[in-house]
């Protein structure tokens, strides 16, 4: 697991980031946190991914990579990333406060009524 170090990081910090946009985007905006915002924080998870496929290209595959010498590591990170994202909202929704899912449902029913 030594040679996967920066992409498991990647994935960590990924995650934690996605978790402190939901926070953001639910406290601060007001808005649908899994709505279409979600993709602006999707922009900075791919940053991520592009900078740990490039430090593991460098250090582990000296520079040169074929496609799919980069799949595992890249599924990896969505693992990594996708568990913590999902493990720490529903953590949010369990503990401390689960009026996001009300906002998500009247957020979905206003779109569908249109």
Do not use: C
């Not at 994935?11 to 649908?32: D, K």
């Amino acid at each position: 697991m030594k040679k996967y170090q920066t992409i498991l990081n990647a994935g960590s910090i990924a995650g934690l980031f996605s978790y402190i946009m939901f926070l953001v985007f639910y406290y601060v905006f007001s808005i649908n946190p899994i709505g279409p915002a979600k993709f602006l924080s999707l922009v900075g998870v791919l940053a991520l991914l592009y900078w740990a496929m490039k430090q593991y290209r460098e250090t582990e595959l000296e520079g040169f990579a074929l496609f799919t010498q980069l799949l595992p590591p890249a599924f990896i990170f969505s693992f990594v990333y996708a568990s913590l994202n999902g493990m720490l909202v529903y953590l949010h929704g369990a503990f401390f406060d689960a009026g996001y899912v009300q906002l998500i449902v009247t957020d979905s029913l206003q779109s569908i009524g249109e």
